[in-house]
Each structure stands twice: as C-alpha cells, then as structure tokens.
C-alpha cells in the first residue's frame, strides 16, 4: 500500500478541495492507496475525524513561508516523516517553491501538482505574488494534474495540454447520492415548508468569486416576477453578513433563507426548481455537476468551464448581461423530466466509482 500526502490549506468541511478528496477518498481502493494531509489553517469543522477512520492522518504545521520559524516548521515535518511517503499531491500550487525542493531532500520521488481553479486569487495583491511564486511551477513538479481543460492551460501553458501532459481529474461525485428522487424532494420540500414554492438554489462561499451580490439583483427580478419564490443560500464565508444586509434592503423577509455550512446538500438540491451559479471565475464549478446530476435545471454564468456541462439542461449567460435578462432566463425555462441517465455521467468522467479507479492507476504508475 503506497500512502500519497495531500498538501492543502485546510482540512475545513467548508474547503471545495477538500470536498472533492474526501469524495475521492470515499471511493478509492486504500488497500493499494491511503490519503494523509499537511494543513495549516485550523477550521470549527474539519475531516480529521472521518480521515483517521478511513485509516488516514492529519499533520498540521505553521502555513509555509519564507520565514525562519515557518521554514522549521516544514523541515521538522518532512524529517520526521520522510519514510512514510513517496507521493505529494500539491494542491496549493503557489507554495511550490518552498514545498517541493524541501520534499525531494527527504525523499519523495513523484510530486503532482494540481490546479482547482482559473485564477491566481480574487484579490489584486495576492494574485500578483501568487503569480510570481508559481514561475517554477513546471520545473518543480513531476505530474500536471488539473480539474478541467481551461484551468490546467491557465497554470501550465498551452503547450503542455497540446502535449498531452496536463492530467484531468475529474471533480467525480456518487451519482447514487445526487440522482433525482421524487420522494426525497418531497420529503424536503415538507420539512422546510417549501410547498408550493418556486425554490431557487445556489451554493457556494460568501466570496468575491461567488459572486453573491449580482445573485440577489436576480432574484430581485425574479421575486418580481413570482411572490411565491424563494431562494436558498447555501455556505458559509467573509462576505455573508454583507449579503444579508443587502437582502434585507432589498427583499420581503424569509424570502432568503440562509442555510451555512450542511452535509445534506443533495437532498436541499433535491427540493430546488431551478440552481444559479453566477461566478466570476470557476476552476470546474463541481456544484454544478452535482445539481445537474439532480436533475435540476442550471443557469451559469459563462466564465464556468464548458466541461461542467453534462446534461442539456443548463443555459450559460454573459455577467454583462443585465439581472433582469438573467430572471427572464430562469423563469422562462422549465424542464418536464428531472430523470437523468446516470451512463451519460458515467461517459462524461463524472461517476466516482470509474474516477477513483483512474486515480489509482495513476499514483500507482507513478512510482
């Protein structure tokens, strides 16, 4: 059995990485491959748990950096640990060129990088630093990985996806889980006195990227439209009391319902009419994936990677366009039939019981 080390920030129930490892997780042979993490960041709510019973382990040390007592920090770690891994899997990309050359001094052979996402950081400052600290990204690492087409070019260059190095790993999910239920809409629907609603979904983190405050000018609209709508907000994040503020400016009360952080999302997605992702950027929108494997119909804004698309009922739309165009869309488009065919996700890369076997092979072909 090979153990492969995740390095991420945080090991938080709120991270997106993190749910698409545990996804993995889940599902993988860990008689051939166990996940153990190197965090930083500590969070109220995290996997650690659920990783030691999955027969994992969590390390957490001082966020990497150039100081003297970060650098220890990092040394003290790999030296003490250098005879349980071979494999790192590099999920913060910036940091590798602090993590990697202390990683081969002990040991490791095989270092993936893997990029979530389109953009360095939504934040000017650390965008430029970020860009600047992945410059020798390509000649730290040893394998491309990335979760779609658009974000790998953007971290590796064109080059290296023409050349067929950039590996996709595909944000998989149960489709068990997440397939259209009528009985556990109608369950949901009961329990959060949904009946008769227009119920209208998104999820993500209150950030600049989610794009919050254009998702309230649309449901703006769309109240207009049908007083008996709701929309259901699912996450957590920095800018969650600035939404709420601009709700209750904005909108009649319990109109929004604010959900935080929840481990059923596929059942709330189940009792949605209609899911809005109306992001600045996206490295996949594995959310997306999710929604539509419920059947629901999506509206993204286009800046989402085309890959996300697996069904015929979605509608990208232009961030230029007005909140009102984006309301008309959602109100306007209705679809008969919830069923999916769960192949089509199968032949899409989606399901994660054929994922995790690809993934297998690819840490197993590695050393």
């Not at 790192?88 to 893997?114: D, Q, T, W």
């Not at 699912?234 to 009649?252: A, Q, S, T, Y």
């Amino acid at each position: 059995m090979e153990r492969v080390l995740h390095v991420v920030s945080t090991i938080g129930i709120n991270s997106g990485v993190m749910s698409f490892l545990m996804s993995y997780y889940r599902n993988i042979n860990r008689d051939k491959i166990q996940f153990d993490f190197l965090f930083w960041v500590d969070e109220d709510k995290s996997y650690a748990e659920e990783i030691r019973n999955l027969g994992g382990e969590v390390y957490k040390i001082q966020k990497p950096g150039f100081s003297r007592a970060s650098l220890q920090s990092l040394l003290l770690f790999f030296k003490q640990n250098n005879q349980n891994h071979k494999i790192m899997h590099l999920h913060e990309v910036y940091l590798n060129m602090i993590v990697c050359p202390i990683a081969r001094k002990y040991g490791f052979i095989h270092i993936i990088s893997h990029c979530h996402t389109t953009k360095y950081s939504d934040k000017l400052i650390n965008a430029l630093r970020n860009r600047v600290l992945c410059l020798p990204l390509k000649s730290n690492v040893d394998a491309f990985f990335a979760c779609s087409k658009d974000a790998g070019e953007f971290y590796y260059g064109k080059r290296l996806h023409k050349q067929g190095k950039i590996q996709i790993i595909n944000n998989a999910i149960d489709c068990s889980k997440f397939s259209y239920d009528v009985k556990k809409r109608e369950n949901i629907r009961e329990k959060m006195k949904l009946n008769n609603k227009f119920v209208v979904g998104h999820v993500g983190r209150f950030n600049n990227q989610k794009n919050h405050e254009f998702l309230i000018d649309i449901f703006y609209e769309i109240h207009k439209k049908n007083n008996e709508a709701i929309l259901l907000l699912v996450g957590l994040g920095p800018l969650e009391e600035k939404i709420k503020e601009k709700v209750r400016k904005k909108l009649p009360e319990k109109t929004v319902i604010f959900l935080g952080q929840i481990n059923n999302i596929n059942e709330i997605l189940q009792g949605m009419d209609v899911f809005i992702l109306p992001s600045l950027f996206e490295g996949l929108g594995i959310v997306l994936i999710e929604a539509q494997m419920s059947g629901l119909r999506c509206i993204a804004s286009n800046t989402v990677p085309k890959e996300a698309q697996i069904t015929e009922n979605i509608s990208f739309l232009s961030l230029e366009l007005s909140a009102q165009i984006w309301a008309n869309t959602v109100v306007s488009n209705t679809i008969e039939s919830r069923y999916i065919d769960l192949k089509k996700i199968a032949d899409a890369g989606f399901d994660i019981d054929v994922e995790a076997k690809k993934l297998v092979e690819c840490y197993l072909g590695a050393i």
